[in-house]
Nanobody
Framework: QVQLVESGGGLVQAGGSLRLSCAAS????????MGWFRQAPGKEREFVGA????????IYADSVKGRFTISRDTGKNTVDLQMNSLKPEDTAGYYC??????????????????WGQGTQVAVSS
């Protein structure tokens, strides 16, 4: 089992920045990749980005590419999501997730085995 806890959400004005963090504990040696997803009210949960645990290679959704950056610290078992140039449409609950089964479905919900409880991000116009 892997436990994930997000932190760092809050309210920010459009154009501002926020940094989210996800701390992993438990059987973290099983993790192949970590991802961030978001879910706005009334909408489906969508992929934001992911990072490969060993190599650090990242992939992003087109909607956040160039604005968001994912990084990880394998020593501390943390993954951060740096969000810059925030827009009101970025308002959502943000969830980190861990893929531990090697399915390599980085952009899909079913590619992840463990989920955090989420942290709220609100961007005002």
């Amino acid at each position: 089992q892997v436990q994930l806890v997000e932190s760092g959400g809050g309210l920010v004005q459009a154009g501002g920045s926020l940094r989210l963090s996800c701390a992993a504990s438990g059987r973290t040696f099983n993790i192949y990749y970590m991802g961030w997803f978001r879910q706005a009210p009334g909408k489906e949960r969508e992929f934001v980005g992911a990072i490969m645990w060993s190599s650090g290679v990242t992939i992003y959704a087109d909607s956040v590419k160039g604005r968001f950056t994912i990084s990880r610290d394998t020593g501390k078992n943390t993954v951060d999501l740096q969000m810059n140039s925030l827009k009101p449409e970025d308002t959502a609950g943000y969830y980190c997730a861990a893929g531990a089964s090697g399915r390599d479905f980085y952009m899909r919900l079913d590619g992840y085995d463990y989920w955090g409880q989420g942290t709220q991000v609100a961007v005002s116009s």
